[in-house]
Nanobody
Framework: VQLVESGGGLVQAGDSLRLACAASGTTFEINTMSWYRQIPGKQRELVAGITTEDGSTHYADSVKGRFTIDRDKSNNTVYLGMNSLKSDDTAVYYC??????????WGQGTQVTVSS
């Protein structure tokens, strides 16, 4: 499975962004797709996830009500809509897909910078 993220950038506090993650390859093995983020010197943290079978979602408490994860099954793409962005949301955002044997695939990451 190959994952390619897009949509990051520099925005101001309060603005919105929408990240996209396009999956290719053996996408039939994916059961969950997630977005993580990482700040230099800190551990990577889970932001949101969505199951491919029924579309159920889960979110980190820090983004509930502001971020939305959704998917387009027709083109194997997962999106992360981010509203009311804060400076604390500044990070590199990574897309992850969990496949057979709970193996995790990762994208290359996309930088999101929120200026206050």
């Amino acid at each position: 499975v190959q994952l390619v993220e897009s949509g990051g950038g520099l925005v101001q506090a309060g603005d919105s962004l929408r990240l996209a993650c396009a999956a290719s390859g053996t996408t039939f093995e994916i059961n969950t797709m997630s977005w993580y983020r990482q700040i230099p010197g800190k551990q990577r943290e889970l932001v949101a996830g969505i199951t491919t079978e029924d579309g159920s979602t889960h979110y980190a408490d820090s983004v509930k009500g502001r971020f939305t994860i959704d998917r387009d099954k027709s083109n194997n793409t997962v999106y992360l809509g981010m509203n009311s962005l804060k400076s604390d949301d500044t990070a590199v955002y990574y897309c992850s897909a969990r496949g057979w044997g709970n193996f995790d695939y990762w994208g290359q990451g996309t930088q999101v910078t929120v200026s206050s």
